[in-house]
């Protein structure tokens, strides 16, 4: 199966279109020379056995549960069909998930890690041990195995990255600045300040505060601190009082090829008791009434004078964006949690820290994103937290930390 990634912008402006389809086509120009193609699978019970018919740079292996599922992505591999299976795994899918990588997908009839992998010694077999595990023993993160030096494929070269027509700094793609140290090595977070423009989000009854003013403050205090910090670099999806629809936030993040996505908001709710911060990641099926409720609300920023922004909802429903997109959903909840954890020394969370919901904003299918709700601009203790000086430093001061142990703990996995 091929994957056309220019498709999936579908409703976004052109300016990313365009981007998007001059990517898509130099990538597809640089394909390599020499890909083994997967020539042959053989799963018997716990022993997988993936044959090649030439070279290939590597693989690496994660799983996923509910469905439980195994994936192998095959770096300068060509994706085969079919395979066989039996025991454990129930049943094996390939397709080709990037140019220069085939994916195969093993549906596993209970959850399972690989334990132990290798290739042979002239590089045309990976072999893999699987054993069955606790749903709550998966970890998140990827195993990665790779071929002997002498027969190991070559990475296709990327010269295209000095072709890409990248001169004007201020074209029709317009990215935002980067910030922190001139590194691209470093991890990269996007913060994005929810509305603004002519969507002032919620409007406090104490005082008149908008969510879309509240929030950018929020956004370049986090920004601060990150950068005070030096250890990642940040940009804003937007640092003035300017309209962006919601595909524009996270393709922001996905043009700058972000490690990480936050969305900054503020809720509001009838109950004028209501207060503390939640943090949200993407589901379709909502947590609860009031997380479903509040997605609507958020989701209603690309709709306008009755005329949504947005575009049609595209139905992304393959199997291999998929499977990214629950990669991406496990790292989110990971951060989700350690925000709550580094959160929670400076400022008040509600009882449920950590929702799900359906929210238009956190639907790139390869960026860990979260969205989170600072607190109730209908709460009076909360709105004037989020409006001082120092309830500002605190929300930074959480957010940033749970950013630095996220990437911290990432760079340890390796
Ligand atoms: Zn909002």
New binding site residues.
Partial sequence: MKIDWTKMGHGMHKPFMALATILASVLMTFNPAHAGSVSRIDANGSQITISFDDLVEGASAFSLVGPDRIAIDVQGGKAGRGGHATGIVKGVRQGQYTPNTARIVFDLERPAMVTAGSFSEDGKKLNLRLQPVGQSQIASGRQSFLPPANFRAEPPRKSYSVKMPLGKPRDSVNLPKIYGPNDVNRPLVVIDA??GGHDP??VSPHGGKY?KNV?LALAMAIRDRLVAGGRVRVALTRDSDEYLVLEERYGIARRLNADLFISL???AAGNEEASGATVYTLSEVASDREAAKLAA??NK?NIINGINLGGATRDVSSILIDLTQRETMNVSADFAKLLHREGSRQMVFRKIPHRFASFVVLKAPDTPSVLF?AGYLTNKDDVAFLNSRDGRARVATGVASAIESHFARKLAMR
């Fill in positions: 929810g509305h989000g919620t969510e929030v908001h503020a809720d609300r958020e920023a709700e």
